[in-house]
């Protein structure tokens, strides 16, 4: 609930996946809403690496709003969570 008693949507469920990348190490994405202007009608993916925690996290916008940004990273192959992280910048 918010301050005046209404109702707030639920927030969309973040799910981390973690995976390998083309030079071996295991890396862990989650999406999130957008931290910029229009951040409600983008997403984006954080990575963060397993393997080395002092490497960059890193992430990458994907177009629409969270909730259908989170459902298509759920059932996105590894090929394509591994082209995401090629795409993505330093954060």
Do not use: I
Not at 7 to 34: I, L
């Amino acid at each position: 609930m918010n301050h005046r008693g209404e109702e707030q949507p639920e927030a969309p469920r973040a799910e981390a996946r973690s995976f390998t990348d083309d030079g071996g190490r295991r890396w862990s994405g989650v999406v999130m809403s957008g931290p910029y202007a229009g951040g409600a009608r983008h997403a984006e993916v954080v990575f963060v690496c397993e393997d080395t925690p002092g490497e960059a996290k890193r992430s990458t916008r994907l177009d629409g709003p969270q909730e259908e940004a989170a459902a298509q990273w759920r059932s996105m192959p590894e090929e394509e969570m591994r082209a995401l992280l090629r795409e993505s910048d330093p954060v």
